[in-house]
């Protein structure tokens, strides 16, 4: 039975969403429907079709009473609505229906795994949010709450962890049978730990052990874990919060973490070998992933940042947006991305140059746009004109742009959006260090509309950031202190490309 309160937020966005014109959206990653969007939710191949649910506020452009929304996709780009799937309407999620994931039953159901949500009056007058974990099932559009929520409580977890900071379950499905499920918590040092559940049918739970634990060396809470083998690894996504700079690898604030190690799955013990940021752009958190039915391991992340929230207006009709989809591969002992391989039928008029010497500013015929995939190889020449620094700058008019750079002397990387139009006061840059071998550097820059990503050297890194730069800015310029010698093949990418296949 679907709750008046989830009947009004369907009816709301069906309506609302018509008053958004197609070309006032991203092309090929998703937005949401109307209002607010933040942390995917319920990553997942069902029936057929890949599922992405996100938190959701429909009625406002910020964040406020979290919803899940709900789009299916058979091939990670081209994206369709489906109405809301769960609402706050029980007591015990009343305050919002936060972050979660999903599985597919025994029986052929889907269930979607959240956090509910209740505001509690403390013996001190102030007030929290208990946190506790909550399913409903359903049949990849209708779902119906579990009638014993909450099925993952405070009274389970062991002395000293928080029930307020207590979020996001991540739950996944082994050969056997068995249920996981990986949740962020807070213990009493303030720092963050992930801890671990396990059940036979997906309904009756029970802790296994803490995972991992930060002891204060990453941030602060740990939202949005994801946990999962990958090339004989297991490796461990969070999402800290309150993060200090580390060098140039982790940045302050809302930030990425991967780990990846090894896992005692009798002791349900992690142990961390190797860490770094997930992006090293501006906008990037809370990613979830998914195994495809072909077998590649695929993430998704929301393509924004919480200190960065106010680069778009309130008053418009929506905000938020995801990641491309990207495959992952562990090599050389670090988390590699590219975007899906699907991206490359969507490509169409090639434009290519080879072997283009660079010293100064250069714009070539027809590179420019701003749904394009652009590829870029660059030889560094040896001798007097040594590269000190190049330079791609893109979305640019007369007035606006935003750059990506490299600086040969330091090793760093740099995005830039501080000239592309935006009046707030928030984060415009964010540098990296890149190792690399001084004999070619590749990179890969896709856009759409509202967005940037980069990947670099065949995605050792990938930064990602969004603009909002009127759509008529859609040059690009190609600059180098020195001489470098460079290749650019730049691809159109249309939603129905000729000779495509897309219905």
């Not at 972050?99 to 159901?109: F, V």
């Not at 900071?165 to 040092?189: H, L, M, S």
């Not at 090894?262 to 990613?287: C, L, W």
């Amino acid at each position: 039975m679907i709750s008046q309160t989830l009947r009004d937020a369907r009816k709301y966005e069906e309506i609302n969403e018509k008053k958004i014109r197609q070309e006032e959206r991203p092309d090929f990653h998703l937005s949401t429907r109307v209002g607010w969007m933040n942390d995917p939710n319920g990553f997942s191949y069902y029936d057929g079709k890949y599922h992405l649910f996100y938190q959701y506020n429909p009625y406002e452009s910020r964040w406020g009473s979290m919803h899940w929304g709900h789009a299916v996709s058979t091939d990670l780009l081209h994206w369709e609505y489906c109405p809301a799937a769960l609402a706050p309407d029980e007591a015990y999620d009343k305050d919002g229906c936060f972050s979660g994931s999903a599985e597919t039953l025994e029986d052929g159901r889907q269930l979607l795994m959240y956090t509910g949500v209740q505001k509690k009056t403390l013996p001190d007058g102030s007030v929290r949010e208990e946190q506790t974990q909550c399913v409903a099932v359903g049949d990849g559009t209708d779902y119906v709450k579990y009638e014993k929520n909450p099925v993952i409580t405070s009274d389970m977890l062991p002395q000293g962890c928080s029930k307020y900071d207590f979020r996001d379950p991540k739950i996944w499905k082994e050969a056997d049978g068995t249920f996981y499920c990986v949740v962020g918590n807070r213990p009493q040092d303030g720092s963050g730990q992930i801890l671990l559940f396990v059940s036979k049918d997906g309904f009756d739970w029970k802790f296994k052990s803490v995972l991992a634990e930060n002891r204060n060396r990453y941030g602060k809470m740990w939202e949005c874990p994801d946990f999962f083998k990958l090339d004989d690894k297991w490796v461990l996504f969070t999402s800290p919060q309150d993060m200090l700079p580390k060098d140039l690898e982790y940045h302050n604030g809302y930030g990425t973490l991967c780990l990846i190690g090894a896992f005692d799955e009798k002791s349900g013990m992690f142990t961390e070998h190797a860490n770094q940021s997930i992006d090293y752009g501006i906008d990037f958190y809370a990613p979830q992933t998914i195994l495809t039915p072909d077998g590649r391991r695929v993430m998704i992340g929301w393509m924004q940042n919480w200190d960065t929230c106010s680069i778009r207006g309130q008053e418009e009709p929506w905000f938020g947006q995801m990641s491309l989809a990207r495959e992952l591969e562990i090599k050389n002992g670090r988390l590699y991305q590219k975007p899906v391989r699907e991206l490359e039928r969507m490509r169409c008029n090639r434009v290519s140059y080879s072997d283009v010497p660079l010293n100064g500013f250069l714009t070539l015929d027809g590179i420019c746009g701003r749904r394009i995939d652009l590829e870029i190889v660059l030889r560094p020449k040896q001798g007097e004109e040594l590269l000190r620094q190049f330079e791609i700058r893109f979305a640019q008019d007369e007035r606006f742009y935003t750059s990506f750079s490299f600086k040969t002397y330091e090793s760093v990387l740099k995005i830039d959006r501080k000239f592309s139009g935006s009046t707030r006061t928030i984060v415009h840059q964010r540098r990296s260090l890149l190792k690399w071998a001084k004999d070619e550097l590749k990179f890969r820059l896709i856009l759409d509309r509202y967005s940037a990503e980069i990947f670099v050297n065949d995605g050792e890194q990938v930064l990602t950031v969004t603009m909002y730069t009127d759509q008529s800015a859609d040059g690009i310029k190609f600059f180098a202190d020195g001489t470098v010698n460079m290749d650019v093949t730049k691809y159109d990418l249309c939603m129905q490309a000729e000779g495509s296949d897309w219905k």
